[in-house]
């Protein structure tokens, strides 16, 4: 049973092997090296810490381990290494992948000749059923028939293909047999290829197969030959392009760009790079800006592709330097800061009170208003933000609005309309769902404090505000001190309230940005990241995010020296 049991163990840590370097050769292969090797070292940290008996200790803490470094060590790796490039709209690629689509891409083609080739399409047939995936096209080129097949993939990146190619075949000697045997495309009915039959679907000069036109665009050309060239046995190839006359045909075309290489002198010494180059004006492309240009007949720069590239600080000092970057983002850090501090602040404001009524002994059913004064707590955050926005903040028919402001003789409020207002309201929410843990912990931290300290103090003939004030209060922030700062840290990164009741606005007039006046850091850096006008911008948004950390991180430090938590936890 013993053999068994340690047999199993083996077979369950192979599988753990292969499954780990599976998942490396997928991302290796998608171009994620460091998160592949990142899986290598995990995998052979585990074998170490499973077979060698001084690694024994380890082996319970490598599942913490694994979840550790791909869920919080990679992220933060990713998220650095993203802030010093241009990863972003327009640049999501790397610049072997860009220079490939240069080459490959049917998009980067120019057509030789003006008019196009005649061709007809035969299709295979599963009785009365035509099998769109079985094709063949027929040619008539300088007099002679060609047969094409269905395109093969012979570029891909990835799971995308950059570049199908199928080859010509010249009719007369080969395998293919016309039906009827003419030299003229509109008197061929089948081609027969060994037992298989091929019938006439679709020619563009036919009326009874021009019906079958949008089949062919959707089901054949979309599929097959939207990025597909057939090869002639000269080297000249054919795509299917829109020609002269407006009409969809196969052209002849040829590659708009190519490599090559270039002498340039650096320091005064010779070197030789590997650029791309217009195949029609053998101009090198300009390469500024992680992109490539061409410049146009008129001798202006023409914008093709992006690519990720390296920028340094540049992300960084645009936060600073940048005025239609700097200006919203100092904003917004004021109304962070404010927002996190009054969060609190309130918060607390609201839940002490309670908790110092709940602590009485002398009150009845405090179990009962415990609970009910715990519900905002335990209502999901989503619910409950939902519920005040179309429920209570609603400028047409929230229930503030609607019924208790007019009772009071009081104007309606502009809750999403206007800065002020629409600030009140997040905070309002704030403070509605994070009161109930104010008291909770304050409650705690009441229950811990001695009763003969408050004895003493009687004697002493101290009322109840030196009492708080004097016992109460400094004990109670001894205890909840580290928690007030762990709730400041999360208001300033409660992203899910302001995205839910506002959504960062009203927005600021002028900002070039897409910034609104409740917008915290966090959900600027959302809007930078997914919904800026402008394109998504991932590189700017992972460095206002690494300022977010050390921000937080700094002032959560000040805190935590400030209020002499270290020096209590140390004595």
């Known amino acids: 049973m013993r053999s068994f049991g340690k047999l199993l163990g083996l077979f369950f840590v192979g599988l753990l092997n292969v499954f780990f370097f599976w998942i490396a050769f997928f991302l290796f292969s998608n171009a994620y090296y460091a998160l592949g090797t990142l899986f290598i070292v995990l995998v052979m940290l585990i074998d170490f810490f499973i077979f060698n008996p001084r690694g024994y200790p380890y082996r319970y803490v490598a599942p913490a381990l694994v979840l550790l470094t791909v869920l919080v060590i990679y992220p933060i790796y990713f998220t650095i290494k993203t802030a010093f490039t241009n990863y972003g709209t327009g640049h999501y690629m790397s610049k072997e992948e860009a220079i490939e689509r240069l080459l490959y891409d049917p998009v980067y083609t120019y057509q030789v000749e003006n008019d196009s080739v005649e ?37 891909r990146k990835g799971k995308d293909v950059l570049l199908s190619e199928a080859q010509l075949t010249l009719v007369k000697g080969s395998a293919y047999q016309l039906v009827p045997q003419s030299n003229e495309l509109a008197q061929i009915r089948m081609i027969l290829l060994g037992e298989k039959t091929y019938k006439a679907f679709y020619s563009p000069h036919e009326e009874f197969l021009k019906v079958n ?24 190839k054919y795509a299917l392009r829109m020609d002269r006359t407006g009409e969809w045909g196969f052209v002849r075309i040829e590659r708009l760009y190519r490599l090559d290489l270039l002498q340039t002198a650096e320091d005064g010494k010779p070197k030789t790079k590997v650029v791309v180059v217009n195949n ?147 905070i309002l ?83 070039t940005t897409p910034t609104g006046y409740t917008d915290i850091l966090i959900s600027y850096v959302y809007k930078l990241a997914f919904q800026a006008g402008t394109g998504q911008d991932f590189g700017l948004a992972a460095a206002i995010s690494i300022l977010i950390f050390f921000l937080v991180g700094g002032i959560s430090y000040f805190n935590f020296r400030f209020s002499g938590v270290f020096e209590e936890v140390g004595k």
């Not at 769109?132 to 012979?154: A, R």
């Open 280 to 426: 029609k004006t053998n101009r090198p492309l300009i390469e500024k800006e992680g992109s490539f240009y061409d410049v146009n007949e008129n001798g202006e720069e023409v914008y093709l592709i992006g690519y990720i590239d390296f920028v340094g600080w540049k992300n960084f000092s645009r936060v600073l330097k940048d005025p239609r970057i700097a200006g919203p983002f100092l904003k917004i850090f004021a109304w962070t800061f404010v927002w996190a501090v009054l969060s609190v602040l309130v918060s607390l404001a609201v839940g002490l009170p309670f908790a110092l009524v709940l602590n009485d002994p002398k009150l009845r059913g405090r179990n009962i208003y415990r609970t009910l004064l715990i519900v905002p707590w335990a209502i999901p955050v989503f619910i409950s933000a939902l519920v005040w926005r179309n429920g209570l903040l609603n400028e047409s028919y929230g229930v503030i609005n609607k019924f208790l402001l007019p009772a009071l003789g009081l104007p309606a409020l502009r809750w999403m309309n206007d800065p002020f207002w629409a600030r009140v309201g997040v």
């Open 119 to 155: 061709y007809k399409v035969f299709v295979a047939y599963d009785g009365f059923t035509a099998s769109h995936d079985d094709f063949l096209i027929l040619f008539k080129i300088d007099g002679e028939l060609f047969v094409g097949e269905k395109p093969s993939p012979v570029k």
């Open 213 to 236: 036109e949008p089949i062919f665009k959707s089901r054949i050309g979309q599929i097959h030959l939207h990025r597909s060239d057939y090869v002639h046995p000269n080297g000249n």
């Open 429 to 511: 929410v704030n403070v509605w769902l994070t009161y109930p843990y104010m008291m909770t912990i304050s409650l705690g931290a009441l229950q811990g404090i001695p009763y003969e300290l408050y004895e003493a103090a009687m004697i002493d003939g101290a009322g109840k505000f030196k009492r708080f004030w004097n016992i109460t209060f400094p004990l109670l922030m001894t205890v909840i001190a580290p928690l007030l700062v762990s709730s400041f840290a999360f208001s300033f990164n409660n992203f899910t309230i302001i995205y839910l009741i506002t959504g960062g606005g009203p927005p600021i007039p002028g900002s």
